[in-house]
């Protein structure tokens, strides 16, 4: 269960990122909005909502809103998850947004995140305003109802209080040590 | 015809596959139960050959063979007829092995 709910403020990192940065969740205090998601290589529910995520920060770019996603995968068990595997990924679907790799796990159980993808979004003050999945639907984008992070997000944007605050993660579990 | 469902718990959409299988059996009129198996451990995916979940098998036989099978306890990525990845096969795919299972492969 994670370990953040709506209100709460963001717990901070320092993680290296496929840009071979290190990237501190503090660099994006000037941001709008931040979504810290929870994600990986391997898992097919991360991969069909891959390009809904990369589609989500070219539209919300220009707003002020950053997508950090974050690997905590175990790869020695499971390496399409390594660091390279990340780079690689990352390069070939042209993320537009800094892929991060948590492997002590530390963040990952910080947050108390628990799936690929979780998402945990916070506004300009870096407090919790949506935690959750990505839309109702992860097998169709076209059959989509409910655009959870979409919504979420607008509503940030607007300084309202997301009308969906929290889901139900769905995707893999994330595979501990 | 002997068909199998091999799920792993953790992943979520196990049950709606399961209703996929059954749903797409009934139309191609395929009577039988399936073999529904819960997969719980390692060494129970390699002991069953297990790429990930939902896995189905016709006659012994995968209806999407993975060209580098490893045997664990995961989700499975199946591409779909558009390209799509998907957690779950899609209904084309389980009917295709059904009407022809002999053009799978060993699961």
Not at chain 1, 151 to 159: K, S, W
């Amino acid at each position: 269960m994670a370990n953040l709910k709506p209100g709460d403020k963001a717990i901070p990192f320092v993680l290296p990122g496929v840009d071979d940065r290190r990237h501190a969740l503090e660099n994006y205090a000037d941001k709008e909005a931040v979504a810290v998601i929870f994600t990986c290589n391997h898992c097919p529910y991360a991969r069909a909502w891959e390009d809904r995520l990369i589609g989500i920060q070219a539209d919300y770019a220009s707003h002020g809103v950053q997508l950090v996603a974050i690997n905590a995968n175990d790869a020695k068990k499971y390496p399409d998850d390594s660091f390279l595997r990340m780079k690689e990924r990352s390069e070939k679907k042209g993320f537009n947004f800094p892929y991060l790799y948590d492997e002590s796990q530390e963040i990952a159980r910080a947050y108390g995140a628990e799936r690929t993808p979780e998402i945990f979004l916070f506004d300009k003050g870096g407090t919790l305003r949506y935690h959750g999945t990505v839309d109702d639907n992860y097998e169709d984008p076209a059959a989509v109802k409910a655009h959870y992070l979409r919504e979420a997000l607008e509503e940030v944007l607007a300084g309202r209080e997301p009308s969906t605050a929290k889901t139900t993660p769905v995707g893999c579990t994330i595979k501990w040590k | 015809m002997r068909v199998s469902f091999l799920y792993y718990e953790d992943c979520p959409s196990h049950d709606l596959a399961l209703e996929r299988l059954r749903e797409v059996m009934a139309e191609e009129s395929i009577l039988g139960e399936v073999e529904v198996i819960k997969v719980e451990t390692e060494e129970q995916a390699r002991e069953l050959r297990f790429v990930g979940s939902p896995t189905i098998r016709v006659d012994g036989q995968d209806i999407d063979p993975p060209s580098d099978p490893r045997y664990a306890l995961t989700c499975r990525a199946y591409r779909l007829e558009d390209d799509r990845i998907s957690p779950l096969p899609s209904e084309d795919m389980i009917r295709r092995a059904l009407r022809s299972p002999a053009k799978s492969q060993p699961g």
